[in-house]
């Protein structure tokens, strides 16, 4: 079985913000084939960590490569070589989508034939035709995010750096950008950086957590589930007056419950992930509700997902 080239490798890089600290010591590989899912909490260093593999930062220590060669040594490499959507990408949005895109062509040196079929190609995988004669600042966000897409993978580069690809994106857009970047990755290496688990298990092969700077996970997304701690995990919303009441009766059990809240966009409700090895646990808790008369909105019980596992890392 061939292994796949090294397509980026970032070696020992620190960054700081004047006296603001912001990556310590960073270090991973990406191979052609891979998808590599960077996430982490607002300010964990993502997309300075980006901005740094894209050659647009240099990092105050450390070493990034683009195949084989330092990103900010062979400028000509990295613009061959490598695509970058930025988050907030900017565009001249009052050309058309296709002088823009034409533009972008002939700034990597295509023209005639070539820049045609480079231009049809990258409309193709990212579904522009229907507003390729609209001027980009009369179309929706989600149009927008395509048009960027299309222009950081029109030379074909070996790498994608992508910040929130589908940021501002219907359903139905974001299951087709997702297909693309699944058959880009056939021979590319592709680093998403997400706030978006369901992206994560949708479409990476490898997943890294950043938390304060520093990398704390760096696997697959199936194994990152194996390693989470085993037992039970108990979701429970309920209106957020209880809660004082609920936690205490909570520490009178005999065995060790960890308790995180979830998101609600209801107000007047608390949503609570309760982990535990005690089998017995969904039954004690549901007694408590019962006895307190505090009638859950939703009570359920299995597995842990990403979402707590990636909660419990980052708290």
């Known amino acids: 079985m061939s292994v796949m080239p090294v397509a980026v490798s970032v070696q020992g890089v620190s960054h700081a913000f004047g006296n603001r600290r912001v990556l310590s010591d960073v270090s991973f590989d990406v191979n052609i084939g891979d998808v590599l899912g960077f996430l982490g909490p607002n300010g964990a260093g993502k997309s300075t960590t980006m901005r740094i593999v894209a050659g647009f930062l240099r ?88 048009v960027a897409l299309a222009a950081a993978l029109l030379h074909d580069p070996h790498v994608l750096v992508l910040d929130e690809p589908t940021d501002g994106l219907d359903p139905n857009q974001k299951h087709d950008l997702r297909s693309v970047i699944r058959d880009l990755s056939k021979n590319k290496a592709i680093i998403i950086s997400t706030h978006i ?24 997304p199936e194994a990152l589930r194996q390693q989470s701690v085993p037992g039970s995990l108990i979701h429970v919303t309920l209106a957020s007056k209880y809660r004082g009441r609920f936690e205490e009766n909570l520490k009178k059990l005999s065995y060790t419950l960890e308790v995180s809240q979830k998101p609600t966009h209801q107000e007047g409700l608390l949503s609570l992930s309760l982990q535990t090895q005690n089998p017995d646990a969904a039954k004690d808790i549901r007694e408590i509700l019962e006895r307190e008369r505090m009638f859950p909105q939703h009570f359920s019980e299995g597995d842990a997902d990403l979402q707590d596992i990636f909660r419990r890392l980052t708290a």
């Not at 040594?73 to 002088?99: H, I």
């Not at 688990?197 to 697959?220: F, K, M, W, Y």
């Open 59 to 146: 990092p105050y220590r450390g070493r990034v490569s683009l195949m084989g060669q330092d990103v900010m040594t062979s400028p000509a490499l990295w613009r061959r070589k490598l695509g970058y959507l930025p988050e907030g990408a900017p565009m001249y949005e009052e050309m058309t989508v296709y002088n823009f895109l034409g533009f972008i062509a002939g700034c990597h040196g295509f023209s005639g034939a070539q820049r045609r079929a480079r231009l049809q190609h990258a409309s193709d995988l990212t579904h522009l035709s229907a507003v390729w004669d609209m001027r980009i600042e009369e179309l929706s966000k989600g149009f927008k995010r395509r």
């Open 197 to 220: 688990l369901e992206e994560v298990d949708a479409i990476c092969s490898r997943l890294i957590i950043l938390n304060q700077g520093r990398i704390v996970v760096d696997t697959t």
